[in-house]
């Protein structure tokens, strides 16, 4: 079993920033791709950035340049934009590779998640 908690979500005005932090525990030394989603709603849950255990990160265009995620599964969110509103959950799936998971997330159930931080940017 595997246990997320995020951490570090809040309001702040456009422009700002914020840093998600992800405490993860019960996780094995298997390969695993660590990942941030976000949801608003009555939307699709998106994955927004991933990394692998060897630190190759992919991310969603939209947040591209903006967003950073670190190996110690921080996301660093800067210039944020109010479009970036929404509920931000921390993810992991087995496997040594991210591939698939940037974009709407078509199967939940091969990721562990966390319970989600929110965050809201204001214009």
């Known amino acids: 079993q595997v246990d997320l908690v995020e951490s570090g979500g809040g309001s702040v005005q456009t422009g700002g920033f914020l840093t998600l932090s992800c405490a993860a525990s019960?996780?094995?030394?298997?390969?695993?791709?660590m990942a941030w989603f976000r949801q608003v709603p009555g939307k699709d849950r998106e994955g927004v950035a991933a990394i692998t255990m060897d630190g190759v990160t992919t991310y969603a265009a939209s947040v591209k340049g903006r967003f950073t995620m670190s190996q110690t599964n921080d996301l660093q969110m800067n210039n944020l934009k109010p479009e970036d509103t929404a509920m931000y959950y921390c993810a992991r799936r087995s496997g040594g590779s991210c591939a698939g998971v940037i974009g709407i997330a078509t199967n939940l159930r091969q990721y562990y998640w966390g319970q989600g931080t929110q965050v809201t940017v204001s214009s």
């Open positions: 019960g996780v094995t030394y298997s390969q695993y791709c």
